[in-house]
């Protein structure tokens, strides 16, 4: 039996994730454009921290449907 409430945390986690990878994406390249190395590290970070947080949401969504 699934546990519904950790499936859709995980689905949650990995949009959430998603949006900040892609905020990031946007971030890095305006920072490659303009020079602004502080922006495009930045961009960088929000895309480590959005692949993380993915990530979690997937496994967190796996644990769910085997429960």
Known sequence: MADRDMVDRGVENQLEGHGKDLKGRVKDAI?????????????????????????????????GRNL
Do not use: N, P
């Open 31 to 63: 920072g490659g454009l303009t020079g602004d190395s502080d922006l495009q590290g930045e961009g960088k970070l929000d895309r480590l921290e959005g692949k993380i947080q993915d990530t979690f949401g997937k496994g967190e969504e796996d644990v």
